[in-house]
């Protein structure tokens, strides 16, 4: 018993004891977010913390059993990308609860109470900057589809809003259809082929990712309609950054995700260490890539 | 007697196991922020009256900035720019003194005076959209704005200004050949400067015959 208890002293020692970061993720089933989260583990360990990933697998349920399996297990930080804006809430209030401090990476909570700080994509800024160009392309004219992501993510109805927050101030853009495809490529081919048999007289589509886009550029390839229909996509994917180069998607809006990984490990890593002036929100800007400036990108990031 | 303390006993664990397995949270507290109703038309018509002009008064000339940032593009990005976030895009408030050369259906191209040599700008007057008057002015700090939305609307309002009272007037009465003095904002992206697409959304314009 004596001997046990030196043991578990021991293994509790500082000195001993590398301090643990978890990395919880909405999905490992997008390339995207796997470059987010491999990031982010990467800096973890570059700043001297054994780093673990958690997928939630898009389930507020599994996310929630990550969350409280993490403050079991001792982790010192949460560098979080949300499954649910709202539905997400209650699990970083319990880690805030166990004094567990989470980082958000891209995806907003809708809570200002609850993560210490949330380092997100600016999505509204970069939708404007997407419409703008959209209606230059469109000649202010013509009739569109948008294909919404998950209805339960900020980023959707951010993406949306300053998207319409432009195109609505000309009545010659007509919107004829608007679905959601849950920011999943296959889901977006489907609702595209349904949308194309309703609606054959489209002159662009509005994906709210890059994921999205490319499948909606599969069912216009399939159904003839690929040269007469502009696809806008949003993240910076590899797919969508070689497809702009060839000329077959318009546009996407360039996330920075080693931007966000890294700032919430850096800000893990200051938190540990005594900082706690966080700001609640840091949005990082989002760069419109068109055929003119793509020569400036890469895939998830500028050259 | 062994019987109790076994029931006892097995309520205690019960209700230890609930008590711990169950948090109950006020509604309030989890949407503690949404109901705060931030009003960013006022906010933004406030700003625009009582601050941004004095900030105007301070912007730089174009030329100036032009030259610092090929000097030493580091110290002219802090001295000159802002930013609410974090990103290549950098926000400057400019004055510049041009000459018409084309009206176009969404901008106006004006052919600026450098020290010793021309350039031209697009000054926009259709598409003013985007964080660049916010931004440059450096009159709003995103740690006041815990609500995203917030932000997004003050840049909204700050441009329909421009859109609703700056614009039409002028539009109506710039001609080809006319000299225009205009104050206002610039995006800037700090990695890839392209003075030849350099757009200025104004804010302040005038017609100098």
């Known amino acids: 018993m004596l001997s046990c208890f030196f043991i578990q002293c021991k293994s509790n020692s500082p000195a001993d004891k590398k301090h643990k970061v978890a990395i919880v993720v909405s999905t490992l089933n997008n390339p995207w ?3 987010l989260a491999n990031t982010a583990a990467e800096k973890a360990k570059a700043l001297g913390y054994d780093a673990k990933i958690f997928d939630s697998q898009n389930n507020t349920a599994l996310e929630s059993d990550h969350f409280e399996n993490i403050i079991v297990a001792g982790f010192e930080a949460i560098l979080f990308n949300s499954t649910d804006a709202d539905g997400s809430v209650a699990n970083v209030l319990k880690a805030k609860a166990a004094g567990v401090p989470v980082f958000c990476m891209d995806r907003e909570i809708n809570s200002n109470i609850a993560a210490t700080s949330q380092i997100l994509s600016d999505s509204y800024s970069g939708s404007v900057a997407i419409a703008k160009y959209f209606t230059q392309q469109l000649n202010k004219k013509g009739n569109y589809v948008e294909i919404l992501g ?21 009545p010659g853009l007509k919107m004829v259809a608007q679905q959601s495809a849950d920011f999943d490529r296959n889901k977006a081919m489907e609702v595209m082929e349904s949308i194309l048999q309703a609606h054959p007289n489209i002159d662009a589509v509005f994906c709210g990712n890059d994921g999205m886009a490319m499948g909606a550029y599969q069912a216009l390839v399939s159904s003839g309609k690929a040269d007469k229909v502009k ?11 070689t497809a702009i180069n060839e000329n077959k998607v318009a546009a996407t809006g360039m996330q920075f995700p080693k931007v966000m990984a890294e700032t919430a490990a850096q800000f893990a890593d200051e938190y540990i260490k005594g900082r706690r002036d966080f700001p609640q929100k840091i949005p990082v800007a989002v760069e419109l890539v068109t055929f003119k400036n793509i020569q400036d990108y890469i895939a998830y990031g500028k050259k | 007697m062994n019987k109790y303390i076994k029931y006892l006993l097995l309520i205690i664990v019960i209700g230890l196991v609930a008590y711990k397995s169950v948090y109950v ?17 006022t906010f933004s018509k406030k700003l625009w009256d009582d601050k941004l002009p004095a900030k105007l008064g301070g912007a730089v000339d174009l030329p100036i900035f032009i030259n610092a940032t090929q000097a030493n593009p580091a110290d002219a990005f802090s001295k000159y720019t802002n930013a609410l976030g974090i990103g290549n895009y950098r926000y400057a408030l ?39 008057i916010r931004d440059a002015s450096g009159l709003v700090d995103v740690k006041d704005f815990p609500n995203t939305m917030d932000l997004n609307n003050i840049s909204e309002e700050l441009n ?14 710039v001609k080809k050949g006319d000299k225009v003095i205009v104050s206002g904002a610039i995006e800037i992206h700090k990695e890839h400067i392209k003075w030849n697409e350099l757009e200025i959304i104004p804010v302040q314009l005038q017609i100098v015959q």
């Open chain 2, 94 to 132: 400019i004055k510049a003194e041009g000459v018409v050369i084309n009206i176009n259906e969404d901008d106006i191209t004006l052919q600026v005076k450098l020290d010793d040599s021309l350039m031209i700008a697009k000054l926009a007057t259709e598409f003013v959209y985007g964080n660049a």
């Open chain 1, 231 to 241: 696809v806008f996509g949003f993240d910076g994917a590899e797919d969508v950054i």
């Open chain 2, 160 to 173: 329909k200004m421009v859109r609703k009272t700056v614009l039409p007037q002028f539009k109506a009465a």
């Open chain 1, 150 to 170: 998950i209805v339960g993510d900020n980023n959707t109805w951010a993406r949306s809003k300053g998207f319409h927050s432009v195109v609505d101030n000309y």
């Open chain 1, 33 to 35: 977010f796997v470059f």
């Open chain 2, 25 to 41: 949270k006020k509604l309030s507290e989890m949407k503690v922020a949404t109901n705060e109703k931030f009003d960013a038309a």
